[in-house]
């Protein structure tokens, strides 16, 4: 399948976020925005993990449906002013660097859309850690207990 495919397919508009994952595997997922069409080109915009927050060709989001599959789409949710505005802070964020705990993909795509800067991917791998070191922290003082 073409991006072209997919936009058309899906009548994607600006500030749709385009949601890719790796194939086979379930555990993190990829945000891209799509921006819109220009003299027949359509245009992303993603925050990457070596470039930050950056424009993407088309040519460039085909390399991700190659490698990644796309594995749903969250459509802007709210009026056409929005959009305009969320189209507009997503330029604006361009250069933004990308951090894997503080900004990462989900975290801007979820800022474009929702004006709220947050992951729950990341959100999600804090809690499991919190559990396990918990839960490691509660055996150990059990095991204490029977030993005493």
């Not at 936009?7 to 891209?32: C, E, F, M, S, T």
């Not at 490698?67 to 459509?75: E, F, N, Q, T």
């Amino acid at each position: 399948m073409t991006v072209n495919d997919f936009i058309n397919q899906n009548n994607l508009l600006p500030a749709d976020v385009i949601v890719v994952g790796k194939k086979n595997i379930n555990l993190l997922d990829h945000y891209v925005i799509y921006m819109g069409e220009d003299n027949g080109n359509h245009w992303f915009i993603a925050n990457i993990i070596d470039k930050g927050v950056t424009w993407l060709s088309e040519s460039d989001v085909q390399e991700y449906i190659i490698r990644y599959a796309p594995k749903g789409l969250r459509r802007f949710p709210h009026g056409i002013e929005r959009r305009r505005e969320a189209v507009e802070l997503a330029i604006n964020k361009v250069g933004e660097g990308y951090n894997l705990i503080t900004y990462n993909c989900e975290h801007f795509a979820n800022e474009v859309q929702f004006r709220k800067a947050e992951s729950k991917q990341v959100d999600d791998v804090a809690k499991g850690l919190l559990t396990v070191t918990v839960s490691a922290l509660l055996i150990g003082g059990i095991a204490s207990l029977l030993k005493g």
